[in-house]
């Protein structure tokens, strides 16, 4: 069974930086692309970065390049998410996922998501 379990979230002033973890387990993942998404409530999940798993290809938000930056760790079967000045904008709960296929950007494209874990940036 897929599991994928967030870590890292919390409270910070804006400007301040977090990174997220997500700790994949349950199936061999080199051809899945890893992705996160932010969801504000109410509203839809957004498309926040993703990785190939196999090849470390990236991909980013607009709204988020140059700021957040995602990598994983093949050994330790974990995807972070580097979350640099940060916003108030970019308060919401943050959500790994996994997908098999390329340049996933739809949260529709993906299988398997965890269970989410709070982003709060203060002003």
């Known amino acids: 069974q897929v599991q994928l379990v967030e870590s890292g979230g919390g409270l910070v002033q804006a400007g301040g930086s977090l990174r997220l973890s997500c700790a994949a387990s349950?199936?061999?993942?080199?051809?899945?692309?890893m992705g996160w998404f932010r969801q504000d409530p109410g509203k839809e999940h957004e498309f926040v970065a993703s990785i190939r798993w196999s090849g470390g290809f990236t991909a980013y938000a607009d709204s988020v390049r140059g700021r957040f930056t995602i990598s994983r760790d093949n050994a330790k079967n974990t995807v972070y998410l580097q979350m640099n000045s940060l916003k108030p904008e970019d308060t919401a709960v943050y959500y790994c996922?996994?997908?098999?296929?390329?340049?996933?950007?739809?949260?529709?494209?993906?299988?398997?998501w965890g269970q989410g874990t709070q982003v709060t940036v203060s002003s």
């Open positions: 349950g199936r061999t993942f080199s051809s899945y692309t």
């Open positions: 996922a996994s997908g098999r296929g390329f340049g996933l950007r739809a949260a529709k494209e993906y299988d398997y």
